[in-house]
């Protein structure tokens, strides 16, 4: 039986971590101007402002469409022109701790997938949550800034399908450009590059835990590496897209810096309805974007492109409501064909994993710290806390939730000859990580207390977060209806393929020899031995009970990409090309997260990042000759 008390607590937790945070954001506002900047904010174009042509119009200011803003106008005889459907980030977006309520609020789109009977089953109505930022700088500002980019063996196989310049080479030129790194342990690194936009550096606030995670990688047969370096296998600390232990998104780095370039318009609050394509003869040619404001429409044209980077979910959304799509669909939905492209919001694939799973740790009175080992919830939202942040940039709220490291790990279907490891691991120094992700992840409550009635401010416990790397099932999106403001159907068709979940299974023998080693049982580690209630009927150590876990704790963790995939013209599923042009529409190139033919082993935002910057050096190459 639950007791009251530990649900009321699971009530209460998320109310007082939102009044924490609303109140710092009043302090902030007051004592802290170097975060709320106000001189370097972008300042949004009126309607009256508006020009009715600019060289290029660009949708989406998130992770990519950021980065292309700043690229294209660089020179200062191009008008650029970002439309971005939220507003600018907020202040208090910028504490790591506090991405834990970022999501399904206001900077977020809201998205959920279809219910299923196969995954998400223990969500109401058996549905997930999908965040995407609707914010300036994306999901950039929602995520949990992991800095990854992938295996090397992701682009080299992105090229084999006939992509050509975009094998690992070649985007890591494009990866170093962006990249201003801080850690000391790096700047020797080929791998790495300092004075670009984006800051990447490892979390300022280090729980305990996390050390012993790392000390732990030996004995379970991995090493410590760079997983962005020569080898991805192992345990790595966390870096993340930081600037002094702050998040930079990519409307810091790549939007505020260059605020005062008079050639970029941004106009933020703008609702993109549609792409206009004119036809001549038997070429057909973006134009027009259609977008409201203010509750009035607009149409503004564009002299050379319009750039789509819109992400994985909005863009295909954004060409199937402008007519180009599968027929069947679009002729389904009274939508006019303007141009058949039956690849345009298939392809979906997200990295998928089993959230919540906790090891409980009792450290003995001889372990230094022992009641800090990991961060506390009752130890952060505290004053004392407040000041540190305030007074002396330090403290616990420069962590987050997913801050306590990486393991890129083999499970026995991997080759172990190659680097190229199955499953990543993300470790939460957090100690109420369990109760946050089923919060965040919308749990049903009689889930929630069945998992972690037990893990109270008097245990300290730490996350275990194992994610799929390379699924080989594939999803789709499609339109629900033809009014824009409704958001499409997401079918990620989790476990479509059945060795998906076999793989992940298997991750889980992982957690149980880390647990068991010995640098964990110095602190007594252990798996919490409550069982999921919609799974009790199976040994809690079974395959058949982690199965049953994954289906109803089903994690995303927020990696859609796919949607408008990149391929030769050869392919009927490619939307397009390996300069990011759509086949068959001229001046209309996708240059977002949506490209991506497959899905690389690794968090996808750098990878994100590093599209955006070789689209701008496409089209500025494509371009030169009349430059």
């Known amino acids: 039986m639950i007791r009251p008390i530990t649900s009321i607590y699971m009530l209460i937790v998320p109310v007082l971590l939102n009044s924490f945070f609303l109140s710092l954001d009043v302090l902030i506002r007051n004592i802290r101007l170097d975060i709320v900047n106000k001189?370097?904010?972008?300042?949004s174009l009126s309607t009256q402002e508006l020009l009715p042509e600019y060289d290029y119009v660009i949708i989406g200011g998130g992770s990519a469409g950021a980065v292309v803003a700043n690229r294209l106008s660089v020179n200062k005889n191009h008008t650029v022109l970002l439309l971005e459907a939220g507003n600018d980030e907020d202040v208090i977006t910028d504490l790591p701790l506090a991405t834990a309520i970022f999501q399904n609020a206001s900077l977020d789109w809201g998205f959920k997938t279809e219910p299923s009977s196969n995954y998400c089953l223990g969500m109401k109505n058996h549905q997930c949550a999908w965040p995407r930022g609707k914010v300036l700088g994306g999901s950039s500002v929602l995520n949990g800034m992991i800095y990854i980019r992938g295996n090397k063996k992701d682009y080299d196989s992105w090229a084999d399908l006939g992509n050509e310049g975009w094998d690992y080479k070649n985007v890591l030129l494009y990866f170093k450009k962006s990249e201003d790194v801080k850690a000391k342990e790096l700047f020797n690194s080929p791998y790495h590059q300092t004075n670009g936009y984006l800051t990447v550096e490892q979390f300022k606030y280090i729980p305990p835990i996390v050390d012993y995670v790392m000390q732990s990688a030996n004995e379970l047969g991995y090493k410590l590496t760079d997983a962005n370096g020569e080898s991805q296998t192992g345990f790595s600390y966390t870096y993340g897209t930081l600037r002094d232990g702050l998040r930079c998104s990519t409307a810091k780095a790549f939007i505020r810096s260059i605020a005062n370039r008079k050639n970029l318009h941004v106009s933020l609050e703008s609702i993109v309805e549609k792409i206009l394509i004119k036809t001549d003869g038997t070429s057909k040619v973006a134009h027009e974007v259609l977008f409201r404001k203010d509750k009035k429409q607009f149409t503004v044209r564009a002299k050379r492109e319009i750039i789509l980077s819109a992400g994985a979910i909005k863009s295909p959304h954004l060409l199937l409501l402008s007519g180009i799509g599968p027929r069947d669909h679009l002729e389904k939905m009274k939508i006019p064909v303007v141009h058949h492209a039956p690849?345009?919001?298939?392809?979906?694939?997200?990295?998928?994993?089993?959230?919540?799973?906790?090891?409980?740790?009792?450290?003995?009175?001889?372990?230094?710290?022992?009641?800090?080992?990991?961060?506390?919830?009752?130890?952060?939202?505290?004053?004392?806390?407040?000041?540190?942040?305030?007074?002396?940039?330090?403290?616990?709220?420069?962590?987050?939730?997913?801050?306590?490291?990486?393991?890129?790990?083999?499970?026995?279907?991997?080759?172990?000859?190659?680097?190229?490891?199955?499953?990543?691991?993300?470790?939460?120094?957090?100690?109420?990580?369990?109760?946050?992700?089923?919060?965040?992840?919308?749990?049903?409550?009689?889930?929630?207390?069945?998992?972690?009635?037990?893990?109270?401010?008097?245990?300290?416990?730490?996350?275990?977060?194992?994610?799929?790397?390379?699924?080989?099932?594939?999803?789709?999106?499609?339109?629900?209806?033809?009014?824009?403001?409704?958001?499409?159907?997401?079918?990620?068709?989790?476990?479509?393929?059945?060795?998906?979940?076999?793989?992940?299974?298997?991750?889980?023998?992982?957690?149980?020899?880390?647990?068991?080693?010995?640098?964990?049982?110095?602190?007594?580690?252990?798996?919490?031995?409550?069982?999921?209630?919609?799974?009790?009927?199976?040994?809690?150590?079974?395959?058949?009970?982690?199965?049953?876990?994954?289906?109803?704790?089903?994690?995303?963790?927020?990696?859609?990409?796919?949607?408008?995939?990149?391929?030769?013209?050869?392919?009927?599923?490619?939307?397009?090309?390996?300069?990011?042009?759509?086949?068959?529409?001229?001046?209309?190139?996708?240059?977002?997260?949506?490209?991506?033919?497959?899905?690389?082993?690794?968090?996808?935002?750098?990878?994100?990042?590093?599209?955006?910057e070789k689209g701008a050096d496409m089209i500025k190459e494509d371009w030169s000759q009349f430059d």
């Open 343 to 612: 690849g345009v919001g298939k392809n979906l694939q997200d990295h998928v994993g089993m959230a919540g799973i906790s090891l409980i740790i009792d450290p003995p009175h001889n372990i230094k710290n022992r009641d800090n080992i990991s961060a506390r919830i009752s130890n952060i939202i505290s004053l004392n806390t407040a000041t540190e942040m305030l007074q002396d940039n330090s403290g616990p709220i420069f962590a987050n939730i997913v801050s306590g490291g990486n393991a890129f790990i083999n499970t026995k279907y991997a080759n172990k000859t190659i680097d190229y490891p199955d499953i990543q691991v993300i470790f939460s120094p957090i100690s109420n990580y369990g109760f946050f992700m089923a919060h965040i992840y919308q749990l049903e409550q009689e889930i929630i207390n069945s998992l972690y009635w037990n893990i109270t401010e008097n245990v300290q416990s730490f996350g275990v977060f194992p994610l799929l790397l390379r699924p080989r099932s594939r999803g789709f999106l499609k339109l629900k209806s033809a009014n824009p403001d409704e958001a499409p159907a997401i079918v990620p068709n989790y476990f479509n393929d059945p060795h998906d979940l076999q793989v992940l299974i298997e991750s889980i023998k992982f957690v149980e020899k880390l647990s068991h080693s010995r640098v964990m049982q110095r602190l007594n580690a252990r798996l919490n031995p409550n069982k999921m209630s919609s799974c009790s009927q199976f040994d809690g150590l079974s395959d058949e009970y982690w199965a049953c876990y994954a289906r109803h704790f089903t994690s995303t963790i927020f990696h859609p990409i796919g949607t408008c995939k990149m391929g030769p013209a050869s392919d009927p599923y490619a939307v397009v090309d390996a300069r990011l042009k759509l086949h068959g529409i001229a001046k209309l190139r996708v240059i977002d997260a949506s490209i991506m033919p497959h899905i690389i082993s690794g968090n996808t935002n750098a990878p994100t990042i590093m599209i955006g």
């Open 39 to 43: 001189e370097d904010r972008v300042k």
